[in-house]
């Protein structure tokens, strides 16, 4: 045999049993499994299989489809029979194995793909609270906590509504994030709190409230008593840190606009 002849008996080979691809679903939550169809094709026949190829899960076949021939994935299979695509739902542990799906075209053409599912667990959605608010000049300062049970590579903030700036901290693979903002009186604002760890992503949202608190925190403090200095300081350092943050965000727009002019 030339060399030629044993490279397009390769390329046939492979055509026909094609690669392993790998797709990473979550615990709980369905995957759609391409069956990697060529665009022309109109399937006759769609048998997604899995152990060897030896155990037939879903069947589309003489114009009839079946997907209960598993009991593992009884009422979790809806096999699409124009794409070939297999949705699975609610995946479980022991889903992660390989599936193999072979193809039919309306010229008896076959073509076989595999994919490897692995599965992973999504992060759980974070908590929220509203630790800490304060009024100063018909303003009012609050802090917002956000906290994931487990690490989560990236934490982020969406706001709607309005607030007077706003600053959040939170370090890479950390379990919280801490927002400081300023609130007109008597407004609400929600906050969304998203977490991610690289592969899924969950929210949590929640309404920061100012309701009427009359004297400013820090004319009730007792400054005598050493609780009382401790306290005040930490008042005292949050405002002047939040004073800066809202401070450095009218000079930057400050600046921008002399630029422009
Ligand atoms: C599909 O068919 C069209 C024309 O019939 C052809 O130009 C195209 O390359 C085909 N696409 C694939 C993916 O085979
Ligand atoms: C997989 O299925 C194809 C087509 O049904 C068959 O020809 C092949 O022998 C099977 N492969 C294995 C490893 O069972
Ligand atoms: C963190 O999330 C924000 C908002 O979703 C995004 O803009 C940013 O790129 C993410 N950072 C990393 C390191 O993933
Ligand atoms: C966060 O954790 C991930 C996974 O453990 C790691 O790949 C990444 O380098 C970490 N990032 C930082 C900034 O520590
Ligand atoms: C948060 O609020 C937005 C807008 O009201 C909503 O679309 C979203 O689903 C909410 N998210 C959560 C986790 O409740």
């Known amino acids: 045999m030339s ?67 598993i009991q593992k994935y009884v009422g979790r299979l809806k096999l699409d029979i124009i794409t070939g695509d297999l949705e699975i739902s609610g995946l479980r542990e022991g889903d992660d194995i390989t599936y193999t799906v072979l193809l039919m075209n309306s010229e ?12 992973r667990a999504p992060i759980s959605p974070p908590s929220a609270e ?19 049970a487990e690490r989560a590579t990236n934490f982020s903030w969406v706001l709607r509504g309005t607030s007077h700036g706003q600053h959040w901290t939170s370090t890479p693979n950390s379990t919280e994030s801490i927002l400081f903002t300023s609130l007109q009186k008597n407004t609400e604002v929600t906050f969304t709190c998203i977490i991610s760890n690289g592969f899924s992503t969950s929210s949590r949202n929640i309404t920061a409230v100012c ?51």
Not at 21 to 39: E, W
Not at 216 to 221: G, I, M, Q, S, T
Request: aromatic share 10%; with cysteine; charged share 15%.
């Open 3 to 69: 060399f030629l002849a044993f490279l397009s008996a390769l390329i046939i080979v492979q055509g026909i049993w094609g690669k392993e691809s790998k797709v990473i679903g979550f615990l709980g939550r369905s995957i759609t499994l391409s069956s990697g169809k060529n665009a022309n094709w109109t399937l006759t026949r769609v048998l997604w299989s899995i152990y060897q190829n030896s155990t037939y899960i879903a069947k589309f076949q003489d114009g009839k489809i079946d997907t209960e021939k």
């Open 108 to 119: 008896d053409k076959q073509e076989t793909h595999k994919l490897s599912l692995t599965l």
């Open 130 to 148: 509203q630790t800490f608010s304060v009024f100063q000049d018909g303003s009012c300062f609050t802090q917002l906590k956000c906290s994931s």
């Open 211 to 261: 309701q009427g608190m009359k004297a400013p925190v820090y004319h009730k403090c007792n400054c005598r008593s050493r609780p009382g200095i401790v306290s005040c300081l930490v008042i005292m350092c949050f405002l002047l840190v939040l004073g800066c943050y809202i401070g450095k965000d009218i000079f930057s727009a400050t600046l921008v606009l002399s630029t422009i002019v």
